[in-house]
């Protein structure tokens, strides 16, 4: 029988992290998108909801949380042997935080439709943002 010892290498350098986290971003940016124009397209009148009006807002407002995200696992893969738990509780966590405005504030032409596609952009940009960048994670560190 033939044993095979594989080290794991759990740090990842600084240009490791920024590539893994532009592809986050890229990525979780043009699901978000694709989600948004479909949804607009599929009900028009959801794109006088403010959060809804503009592409450029909602690729920025992915994008961030893209970048906090990655710099977030980061920071936990320094202090702990396993971060992803810690990481996918936290981004549990912040991802119920995220809709509830979307319900709550009082925006003009805020509707119940227009509020749950906002939260499932939420979702969407999440999905993507954490399977990236654990995948990405354990891919490169063969954790």
């Given at each position: 029988?033939?044993?095979?010892?594989?080290?794991?290498?759990?740090?990842?350098?600084?240009?490791?992290?920024v590539r893994l986290g532009a592809v986050t971003a890229v990525a979780s940016v043009m699901a978000v998108l694709i989600v948004q124009v479909v949804a607009i397209t599929i009900w028009p009148d959801i794109a006088l909801?403010?959060?809804?009006?503009?592409?450029a807002r909602a690729a920025v407002f992915?994008?961030?949380?893209?970048?906090?995200?990655?710099?977030?696992?980061?920071w936990l893969a320094r202090r702990q042997a396993d971060p992803v738990p810690a990481f996918l509780k936290i981004s549990a966590v912040m991802l119920v935080i995220s809709i509830i405005p979307d319900y709550l504030l009082p925006v003009e032409y805020k509707t119940f439709l227009a509020s749950t596609v906002t939260a499932f952009l939420h979702v969407v940009a999440a999905a993507v943002i954490v399977s990236v960048l654990v995948i990405g994670y354990r891919q490169q560190t063969g954790a």
């Open positions: 029988m033939t044993t095979v010892n594989r080290q794991t290498n759990t740090q990842l350098d600084q240009s490791h992290w909801f403010k959060p809804l009006d503009n592409y992915t994008a961030i949380p893209a970048i906090a995200a990655t710099a977030l696992l980061a």
